[in-house]
């Protein structure tokens, strides 16, 4: 069994805003989306690909994402073409996924791994086959999108109980087929940071391996909460400690250790 990779966090950059991906690394993002989808108006997309493109042939340009528009738009193929001559670029997010041959047409074309986001009713239907798609490297979800399109109120319990199933058929999927663990949705309401503590909170304990998030200021709460807690720490470097002995079944502060539990401490301690 593969080793639980630690959590990344992700942050949205838009199209036209290059000037904030070095801020974004500067508070802590693991990675840094650039977003050419729902953050630019029509008008702007031509020029976006300009820009990036300068950013590309910039002596410090650092590696980041690209969330292109979805296999269905008119300008799905223009952003296919433009990804084989954008090097800093290392991967694609993929909006409204519904196909694995969009999946892998993408990857095939630009020879970069795949973020493949669900939003819509058919891309859920098709989540066994998109799962399997060559180049794709995570699953991920859109809750707005979802929610518009499947009636759905966003935020109440109703809502929660559809997403939790969704989240559940996303890491078997993930797990299934060998793929980084799903990254989980965007939470909205970014002056909420209650809100953000639970949801944060909530996709670390379910074994997701990241959140994308929409403002600069979740980025430094979410770092912070996927730290391990001072006595889940020590509790693990004493399991670790007399791991080493070789022994398979042993005590630590009154509770039993066997190979589980120590996976479960490699795994806080990032030992994986």
Wanted: one cysteine or more; hydrophobic letters at 45%; a negative charge.
């Amino acid at each position: 069994m593969q080793p639980q990779p630690a959590p990344k966090i992700f942050l949205f950059v838009p199209g036209n805003r290059l000037d904030l991906i070095p801020n974004a690394f500067g508070i802590g993002a693991d990675e840094v989306a650039v977003d050419w989808e729902d953050a630019l108006a029509e008008a702007e997309k031509d020029q976006a690909m300009l820009d990036l493109a300068a950013y590309c042939g910039s002596g410090d340009a650092r590696e980041i994402w690209l969330r292109v528009n979805s296999a269905d738009s008119s300008r799905f193929a223009r952003d296919c073409r433009a990804l084989t001559e954008l090097p800093a670029v290392k991967g694609v997010i993929l909006p409204k996924a519904e196909r694995p041959a969009d999946i892998t047409e993408l990857h095939l074309g630009c020879g970069k791994s795949v973020i493949a986001l669900i939003e819509t009713a058919k891309g859920i239907l098709n989540l066994p086959q998109i799962a399997f798609a060559q180049g794709l490297h995570a699953l991920s979800y859109g809750c707005l999108d979802l929610s518009n399109e499947l009636g759905l109120n966003f935020g109440t319990p109703a809502a929660d109980t559809f997403f939790n199933r969704l989240r559940t058929d996303l890491l078997l999927h993930s797990r299934l087929n060998g793929l980084f663990p799903p990254i989980e949705t965007v939470f909205p309401n970014f002056s909420d940071d209650e809100g953000l503590r639970r949801h944060t909170v909530f996709w670390r304990d379910m074994g997701f391996g990241g959140m994308l998030c929409i403002h600069p200021k979740q980025v430094a709460l979410a770092k912070i909460l996927l730290q391990p807690a001072p006595e889940d720490a020590a509790f693990a470097e004493k399991v670790l400690a007399q791991a080493e002995h070789g022994r398979g079944v042993f005590q630590v502060d009154g509770k039993m250790v066997d190979a589980p539990v120590i996976a479960r401490a490699k795994k806080l301690l990032g030992r994986g």
